[in-house]
């Protein structure tokens, strides 16, 4: 499969995003999630490229040939955490068992006094991270998201959580500019998330052993964190089936230093670090693996060297 994840078309409408929140709302969660079951028919049917990346996705992960059953499930789980994001971002946590876990790695990053960079993946839910609002409202989060990839999308989560629509970082803007904002608001304090997962073409990435192949991972956001000289956590909020979603937190470093001999050989040592956390998660919660395309593939990524390479960083970490 040649189409990279940037040139997929949206897999839904603004218009059909509200019908099923509206739905949701009126009728409750258990009730939307029985639509959830015609959309995963769907969806099946409808979207070949993302079909072949789940098959190619579990022979990876399970070492056999992947069965028509597991892809169902695959999609299956992706629009029930598709559906939870409109009960998340709306602060509707009361409907949910989140368990969080690594809390005390988190509270020792804020207690520095300054901004933490929370770095995430397309594994799982990471609006589940939303739950530091009940347990510290005065922590505010900001979040880095590529607008345009998924507009209508983001278009309609917007509009459940405006206070939230308004603290976002746009990561489709000029990099240098998202670089300046994401200081800005590390500055204040802030929890800046972004998801570090997926390269885009053109960025410098290494190519770091995942699920026992070589996968391109980019190198852009941990130059970010090494120049900004902030914490840096990894977190991973798996769905578990059901109202249950666990939230894991782990210190990555407290201050990400690069020695200038050896900049490009630490670097990659550090993209690879990251890789092992990810595989892990993933091993340990396969259904969750969101990235429906063949994240494997190298052709699309080149290396890309200069001055722009940490502003860069914000666009590889704004995927929605």
């Given at each position: ?29 258990s009730a939307a ?7 995963t028919f769907y969806?099946?049917?409808?979207r070949g490229p ?271």
């Open positions: 499969m040649k189409q990279q994840w940037l040139e997929r078309p949206e897999g839904g409408t603004a218009f059909g995003y509200k019908l099923i929140s509206t739905f949701a709302k009126l009728c409750g969660r999630r029985l639509v959830l079951y015609p959309i969806f099946l049917v409808r993302e079909r072949r990346a789940s098959r190619e996705y579990f022979a990876r992960i399970t070492g056999r040939k992947a069965t028509l059953w597991q892809v169902v499930q695959h999609i299956h789980c992706f629009a029930s955490v598709t559906l939870d994001r409109a009960f998340l971002l709306s602060e509707s946590f009361k409907r949910f068992d989140i368990r969080v876990f690594g809390l005390d790695e988190l509270r020792t990053a804020w207690a520095r006094q300054q901004g933490v960079l929370v770095f995430g993946s397309h594994l799982g839910s990471f609006d589940a991270l939303r739950v530091l609002a009940q347990l510290r409202p005065d922590v505010q989060v900001r979040v880095v998201i590529d607008l345009e990839q998924n507009a209508a999308l983001s278009q309609f989560l917007n509009a459940l959580n405006p206070a939230l629509a308004r603290s976002i970082i746009n990561a489709r803007r000029e990099g240098m500019l998202n670089a300046l904002a994401i200081k800005e608001a590390l500055d204040e304090k802030a929890l800046v998330t972004l998801l570090v997962d997926r390269a885009r073409p053109g960025n410098e990435v290494a190519l770091c052993d995942f699920l026992g192949c070589p996968a391109p991972f980019p190198i852009g956001p941990w130059q970010l964190a090494a120049a900004l000289k902030v914490p840096v956590v990894l977190c991973f909020g798996l769905y578990r089936g059901g109202n249950r979603y666990d939230l894991y937190f782990e210190s990555f470093a407290d201050t990400l230093a690069v020695e200038r001999t050896r900049r490009e050989q630490h670097l990659r040592e550090v993209t690879a670090r990251f890789a092992d956390r990810l595989a892990h998660y993933t091993r340990d919660a396969p259904y969750n693996w969101f990235n429906f395309y063949d994240f494997w593939q190298t052709e699309a990524s080149r290396p890309a060297r200069g001055a722009d390479d940490a502003a860069g960083a914000v666009r590889d970490g704004g995927n929605a």
